[in-house]
């Protein structure tokens, strides 16, 4: 166990544990955009910024990637990590004007005047990546990061309708900016230059979800694919249990 | 005696045509082979360094250097100088006071180096073993494998040998930190991703002396223990790939490395991996990231990649020209190193001397050398003798350091007080001509294009920087930008995730610090003082001055300027598109840059 200090106040943690879990943990409110339990390691929004003085040296480091290795202060809302975080706000505010989120974030924190800037018509990305991550992980890696620098975007292969995309919708879930467009009217969804069917229950008729979604969850799984909903099959599987044990 | 003719093939030597020399000496020897009683011996090497020169053609054991050299020139060198003993002064090199000097000793861009990192190139053929083995090559590995590994990385640590690629950390103490986990396996890797504009030290050591950086490549990894070993060379160097692949075959052929190393129980494999063509990748976890075939992008360093670098085992990481330095450590022990340079930062830097001096080039020079030696000395001060205004160090983001500091000792730490760095070496000399919120423009958009764009500092941080220094180059500066760009600046610094994003702001800030005056007058008197920031500026030509030689005229491409010859000259403002070739081409001094004031 070591300890540390948060804002003066005393906690505990084992070593290695991100000083973003602890701190919410001890009731310390850090706010993030680009952290997500599922997707690891991201640390490019910078907006869980925090001070860390350690062996008398101040430093600033992001929390949800900084392990704590021994004994230190941490600073959430000390004047430098509210001068670079005001910094860091105005910067995503100028990037993602559309965003509410960023926007809320501003009002809450303090962001910097950023108006002597060109904010970027109607954009909402603020490039963290995580959509290509969850895509990645729970999709197909249809879509990723593509160019470097400020031309970097997140696009399927040559900007071209990826065949690789099961229109999951994973990546626009994900997205904590809600920047992913895509049209879902029941019958059909829109997302990636695509246009996918969705497949209906045949017991009830509620829409499931994609063709090609529910044949990669059915291979993946290691079954045949099913167009059952979530309820329906439950009902499904309550039947066949209930004949087994030969109760109807 | 049997006489060698040492002729430069360094990739700057090539573009200048040394090829076609190598070849007119080779045809030539054979055309006379028939009545000569010794056949002269050609050896192709690696790079001088003084470029500018190429291509250099040394005859060894004369030690007569000759530069420029044509094949035209060939026939002429090999009657007079080969089989014979004459000079051939318009070939030889023309020093401070005219004098034609024979050596490379006696030449003021040699006289002051001391070559450790390039101690071989130029003297030895870096596609032949026989020729490093020669001069003791590998003997440094042979007595690593007689020490333990604590030994070797003592001596190492006694060196206090620093890593060249930037940071300047110990490379002693990398070693020891890697050496101590007992998780296997581990691997060695040598960075010859060099990406900084204008610096190519880490090219021309391993075109130049291929071996030298495997053999400390070699002693890192018997050091901590890896038997696999990666070199990471940059995409564009083509003849380094080749150089340092014939080398590594030549060396698993002669069982240097391989299934044992040097007969030793150890093994070694060692490969090339070509760059991924992007600046960041020079950075170490988005190069090693490029080696497992992912997207070059850094992470965190909180836990460092000696704990866990490639595939998440431990990896030492070392720049090319510090590996160069390891068989010196180990053959003459770090005592002997640690006496050269200063105390915190010891032995040579490579520095790659460009802009605006009169002799460009390859310089290695002991740690703590002052900038005014480097720059005025070794570089023989500004061309046309122009007053001196800046020298930017440690590639685009390094710094620029003012005339009131050129007595400043160019080591790690002393830079880095200052704002600057010392980075990889790059040295770019500027003049008065040189517009210091354009230089700043410029590093910051090659930052931008060069950024990975993975974290919102450095990507979007760099995006308004350059846009607000874009507005004060082109006539849109505004009362605040000055300080909107320091703000900027100290965030980036802070909030970054790589040393790319980190070091990124310094051309800004140190502009700033060092030439707020410059930024001023371009914001407020909308003009440019050095006469580049097109928008800013118009050239007028001074009558009393202007002799009518036609020179400017010749030289302008939009047709602007009149005037009788012999007579002064004028250029008209409607046509004029403010380049400022009428100002290069003058030899009078009778251009000048004038603001436009409120016309901008």
Sequence with gaps: MIEITINGKKCTCEKGEFLLDVARRNGFYIPTLCHHPAISGQACCRVCLVEVVEKGRSKIVVSCVYPVERPCE??????????????????????????????????????ADGSRFAAIDGEKCIMCGLCAGACAKLGTGAISTVLRGTAKKISTPYDEPSKDCVGCLSCAYICPTKAITFKDDGQTREVWGRTFEIVHCRECGAPVGTREEIALAARRAGEEPEELCPTCRKKKMTDIMAHTYGIV | MKKQILICCGTGCRANGSMNVVEAFRSEIEKNSADADVIPQIKTTGCNGFCENGPIVKIMPDNLVYYKVKPKDVPEILEKSVLEDQEIPRLMYKDNEGNRVRSQEENPFYAH??????????????????DYLELGGYEALKKALQMTPDEVITEVEASGLRGRGGAGFPAGRKWRTAASYDNFPKYVACNGDEGDPGAFMDRSILEGDPHAVIEGLAIAAIAIGAEEGFFYIRDEYDLAVKHVKKALEDAEARGIIGESVMGSSKRLHLSVVRGGGAFVCGESTALMASIEGRVGEPRAKYIRSVQKGLWDQPTVLNNVETLANIPLIIRDGGKKFAEIGTETSTGTKVFAL????????????????????????????????????AVQTGGPSGGCIPESMLDLKVDFDSLAKYGAMMGSGGMIVMDDRSCMVEVARYYTNFLCEESCGKCTPCREGLRRMLEILTDICEGRGREGDIELLER??????????????????????????????????????????????????????????????????????????????????????SKCISCGSCREACRFDAVKAVGRGQEA
């Design chain 1, 74 to 111: 941490v600073y959430t809302d000390s004047e430098r990590v509210k001068e670079d975080r005001a910094v860091v706000l105005m910067l995503l505010k100028e990037r993602a004007p559309e965003s509410d989120v960023i926007d809320a974030l501003c009002k809450a924190y303090g962001a």
């Design chain 2, 113 to 130: 180096q001391q070559k450790l990192a390039l101690r071989h190139i130029g003297k030895i053929d870096p596609e032949n073993i026989e």
């Design chain 2, 354 to 389: 460009v802009g605006k001096v009169k002799r460009t080039g390859l310089v290695e020079v002991p740690m703590g050398t002052s900038l005014r030696h480097l720059i005025f000395d070794i570089g023989g001060g500004i061309i046309g003798d122009r007053p001196f205004k």
């Design chain 2, 488 to 573: 900027i600046g100290h965030a980036v610094q802070d909030a970054s995730l790589c040393s790319l994003g980190k070091s990124a702001p310094n051309p800004i800030l140190t502009t700033i610090k060092y030439f707020r005056d410059e930024y001023e007058a371009h914001i407020r008197e909308k003009r440019c003082p050095a006469g580049v920031c097109k928008n800013l500026t118009r050239f007028e030509i001074d009558e009393a001055k202007c002799i009518g030689c036609d020179m400017c005229a010749k030289g302008c491409p939009a047709g602007a300027i009149s005037g009788e010859k012999k007579m002064p000259h004028r250029i008209d403002p």
